[in-house]
């Protein structure tokens, strides 16, 4: 399966936008980019997903670069109950679909 | 709308005790299926898909194993605990209709194996 890669964490002042970023230089053509966070304690939670161009939806934008090979996950913003740790995952067609978690994106949001 | 349930939302058990944990799906028809763990300060780890009803695949070797009864039940079972056992158990689900949808996690199973 593609990897990819995320910084281990960053911090944000609520009520301000937040960017997060991923890489993935290895997506293949088919691979779709999924973005989940999970809160302490709780199953993951779907933010957003696409393939190709920027997607928007209530709780999140989702840009993607040309190439393909990165990706942003833009929170617009950022309150309190953002704080948690956000996936970026290539959804591909290996092991029935299944989702490959990595480490994540752990998200401090400070008033 | 579709939903998903999971119990027990706790459980602890001894060394060597059986085990069996509940996955249901409402709402859907012929999902596909999943189990991770997450062991305590790690990341989400598959367990088992399933893409049907008696279709069941392993990702990873260990003492676990899972069953697909009816198209919406998924249960993870083992016959005798261990102590690396103990983690976070999820279920989840996507449609069967391709790749282009989001998965849906049920709350969890925190298993103590003591």
Same mark, same amino acid.
């Not at chain 1, 910084?7 to 991923?22: I, K, Q, R, Y």
């Not at chain 1, 997506?27 to 966070?37: C, E, F, P, Q």
């Not at chain 1, 696409?50 to 942003?72: C, F, P, Q």
């Not at chain 2, 949808?101 to 003591?114: A, N």
């Given at each position: ?5 995320? %910084? ?8 301000? +936008?937040?960017?997060? +970023?991923?890489?993935? @230089? &290895?997506? /293949? #053509?088919?691979? =779709?980019?999924?973005? !989940? ?14 393939? $190709? ?7 999140? @934008? ?9 990706? &942003? ?5 950022? &309150?309190?109950?953002?704080? *948690?740790? =956000? ?5 591909? @067609?290996?092991? #029935? ?15 | 709308?579709? $939903? ?13 005790? %059986? ?16 189990? =991770? ?11 088992? =898909?399933?893409? #049907?009803?008696?279709?069941? /695949? ?10 697909? %009864? ?18 976070? !158990?999820?279920? *989840?689900? $996507?449609?069967?209709?391709? &790749? ?7 709350? #969890?199973?925190?298993? $103590?194996?003591?």
């Amino acid at each position: 399966d593609a990897k990819t890669t995320q %910084p281990n964490s960053m911090e944000s002042n609520e009520e301000e +936008p937040v960017h997060l +970023p991923c890489n993935h @230089s &290895t997506i /293949s #053509g088919t691979d =779709y980019i999924h973005w !989940y966070r999970q809160l302490p304690s709780q199953g993951p939670e779907y933010v957003i997903h696409g393939l $190709t161009s920027n997607v928007n939806n209530r709780m999140a @934008s989702l840009a993607i670069a040309e190439d393909r090979k990165s990706s &942003t996950l833009i929170l617009h913003r950022a &309150t309190l109950r953002d704080a *948690a740790v =956000y996936y970026c995952i290539l959804r591909g @067609s290996n092991s #029935g679909y299944a989702l490959n978690f990595g480490k994540g994106t752990s998200l401090l949001v400070t008033p | 709308s579709q $939903t998903i349930h999971q119990w027990p939302a706790t459980l602890v058990q001894p060394v060597g005790s %059986p085990l069996s944990l509940e996955c249901t799906v409402e709402g859907t028809s012929n999902p596909n299926l999943y189990w =991770y763990r997450q062991a305590a300060g790690r990341g989400l780890q598959l367990l088992f =898909y399933s893409v #049907g009803i008696g279709q069941i /695949s392993s990702e990873v070797p260990q003492n676990l194993s899972a069953s697909r %009864p009816q198209d919406r039940q998924f249960i993870l079972s083992s016959k005798k605990l261990l102590l690396s056992d103990s983690g976070f !158990y999820l279920c *989840a689900w $996507t449609p069967d209709r391709g &790749t282009n949808y989001g998965y849906t996690f049920g709350s #969890g199973t925190r298993l $103590t194996v003591v």
